[in-house]
């Protein structure tokens, strides 16, 4: 039936750039980071090589760190030549014997490679940690297995921390060493900076210190802990700042801003949004990675990101920020070739407030599960959530199900037994999906360059019709998956196994069938409008064939990058101060320095000069900024 299908770009991974242009900025140029002194030189790691042979080889610095063979004698891990090596041997007798008369561990010999220079060089240390760390797990806890079926007890949307790193998938994809490379510090001279789940600290970032959010645990029901942020005063003068400069409408105010207060979240999500827009990817990440940073400091130290059971309530605006971060960092990560990181922080967002998904990542989280290949997930989080939340109502659940279960099917290490319970499950849900969303086959075929056959192409079902009798909720919902997944179905094994597939739905239609009678009738009462947060989801998106289709009453508002979207519902903790209207005949100078000053008034101005009382409402000079 399909003709012509044309096969998906390979997706390549690029290897992660840390060095960020600053100066792309103008005059916001980060501070040299501050250098701890080591506590030993280099001369003193060479005294000090019988304390280091006592570590753990897998612990040590790659530098540092030695091998032993298999006689107990010490051997350096790193050599220049084998007369070098020779020597140093001739230079360490007596201390080989006085350390080979203490009990040891034996230790298993690490295989060595040798590159292209003839030098010898280790396994990454790295690795070892991870190997070690998987070891001693309790196996219950062990992942499942890459697009296998899930048999752990642990609850659905837990969250392992060695996924939140997008490092790690990429060394298992390319391996430690190419991903690295050269950029491992060493171990002697690297700050001293603090450990983090959700991001990496780098050295350029400006020297983090108290910024004033905090977090609170507001109660505990049903094992569930219900946390909030809290903006102490003087964060909420910066807040205040920086809502000044959103309406002057010019970003260099908010570089300004970030100069004073480096960590100032709402800020650094705004300015990532116009380095993407300048097609500055790299700053826009970096800006992301700050602003989780910035916030997982104030983390509650009850607060757990793995449980599944913290929540935070999206309609107080402090904890936007960290919903929104958290949402812009994931599509970074995508588009980096990091699915099962991405797809990691996707169930991280949906734990912090699974009933009511502010920003609807229940749209994204089958795209994620496929393309990382986490089959099994997406099919658990279906059978699971299908009874109470009516997943099959959504054209990206009532697709993507049954191509995941076709997925798993494919796999030949799997029983046939089991293979053949995934193809019937698959064949019964694509067969509904179709029936139920009759207007995502044609717009699906055009984006994968596939030319349907004659009878697929002239039957009314699923014609042109089908998309023009749909609501406008629907077809957001249909274009936001066609756009955002179709790469998925250009396989042509996909292909030759949805053909018969929608033959069979064709006879049903014509045959005249219940279930096609009961979807259409479906389609006419449901979906009359979207809610709130599909149209947040959509904007964050920025899936083009969707955000076409958004309403007027969305596209007329100014939506703005740190908050989009804000719920009509707001609990609202502290409100902003009353500014005095500016007068409407200002002049090019004035509007100069309003530019420059987003606190600027010329009343005042004109008050200071003349010694003329303050009018009512203006502060004094010697007033918070801010406040004004």
């Not at 010490?74 to 020597?87: I, L, N």
């Not at 099919?379 to 997943?391: C, G, I, K, P, V």
Request: charged content about 25%.
């Amino acid at each position: 039936m399909f003709l012509g299908t044309s096969l998906p770009p390979s997706q390549h991974c690029r290897t992660p750039v840390l060095d960020v242009r600053w100066a792309l900025l103008g005059p916001w140029a980060a501070p040299a980071p501050l250098h701890i002194p080591a506590e030993e030189s280099e001369d003193e790691a060479v005294a000090g090589e019988e304390r280091l042979s006592e570590q753990d080889p897998a612990g040590g610095s790659p530098q540092g760190s030695r091998d032993r063979s298999q006689d107990g004698a010490v051997t350096p891990s790193e050599t220049h030549g084998d007369g070098e090596r020779e020597g140093q041997e001739a230079e360490q007798p007596d201390r080989t014997l006085a350390t080979s008369n203490k009990p040891r561990k034996k230790k298993k010999k690490r295989k060595t490679k040798k590159n292209s220079a003839g030098e010898t060089v280790e396994d990454n240390d790295l690795e070892d940690i991870e190997s070690l760390l998987e070891r001693i797990e309790d196996p219950r806890l062990a992942p499942q297995s890459q697009g296998g079926v899930s048999t752990d007890s642990r609850p659905l949307l837990y969250v392992e921390h060695r996924n939140l790193n997008p490092e790690n998938e990429l060394k298992r994809y390319f391996g430690a060493r190419a991903v690295l490379g050269d950029q491992r510090p060493r171990q002697r001279q690297r700050q001293y900076v603090r450990s983090m789940w959700l991001t990496a600290p780098k050295n350029t970032w400006p020297r983090y210190s108290k910024t004033g959010i905090s977090m609170q645990l507001l109660d505990t029901r049903r094992g569930v802990q219900h946390f909030t942020f809290e903006h102490h005063r003087e964060y909420q003068q910066v807040q205040f700042k920086f809502l000044d400069a959103v309406e002057s409408m010019d970003p260099n105010n908010i570089v300004l801003l970030l100069q004073m207060n480096p960590y100032h979240v709402d800020s650094l999500l705004q300015l990532s949004d116009v380095c993407r827009m300048q097609e500055d990817q790299e700053m826009a990440r970096d800006l992301i990675e700050r602003a989780l940073y910035s916030l997982e400091c104030a983390f509650h130290p009850v607060f757990s990101l793995t449980s599944g059971t913290c929540r935070l309530d999206y309609r107080r605006p402090e904890n936007r920020a960290f919903f929104l971060a958290l949402f812009k960092h994931l599509m970074f990560l995508e588009k980096r070739g990091c699915p099962r990181t991405a797809l990691e922080f996707c169930k991280l967002i949906l734990s912090l407030d699974p009933e009511d998904d502010p920003l609807c990542v229940l749209l994204l989280i089958d795209f994620l599960s496929l393309r990382a290949r986490e089959y099994s997930f997406l099919t658990r989080l279906f059978q699971e959530w299908e009874s109470h939340r009516n997943l099959s109502q959504l054209p990206n659940f009532a697709f993507s199900v049954p191509l995941a279960y076709f997925l798993l099917s494919q796999q030949e290490e799997r029983p046939e037994l089991e293979r053949g319970q995934a193809r019937e499950r698959a064949a019964r849900l694509i067969q509904l999906a179709l029936i139920m969303f009759p207007s995502v086959l044609m717009p699906l075929l055009d984006h994968c360059s596939v030319q349907p056959d004659a009878r697929v192409a002239s039957h009314p079902f699923f014609g042109l019709n089908a998309q023009i009798s749909q609501s406008p909720a629907l077809n957001q919902l249909t274009s936001l998956y066609v756009g955002r997944t179709h790469a998925l179905w250009k396989d042509p094994a996909v292909m030759a196994w949805l053909e018969p597939h929608v033959h069979e739905v064709l006879r049903m239609v014509d045959a005249r069938d219940a279930l096609v009678q009961e979807a259409e009738h479906k389609r006419k009462i449901r979906y009359q409008s979207a809610p709130r947060n599909i149209y947040r989801h959509i904007i964050l998106s920025e899936m083009k064939e969707a955000t076409a289709a958004l309403p007027l009453e969305v596209t007329s508002q100014p939506v703005m990058g740190f908050d989009p979207l804000p719920p009509l519902d707001s609990i609202v903790s502290y409100t902003r101060p009353e500014r005095t209207s500016h007068p409407s005949n200002e002049s090019t100078l004035s509007l100069f320095f309003r530019s420059l000053l987003p606190n600027f008034n010329l009343q005042v101005s004109a008050g200071w000069d003349l010694g003329a009382p303050f009018p009512h409402g203006v502060p004094a000079p010697g007033a918070t900024a801010g406040s004004s």
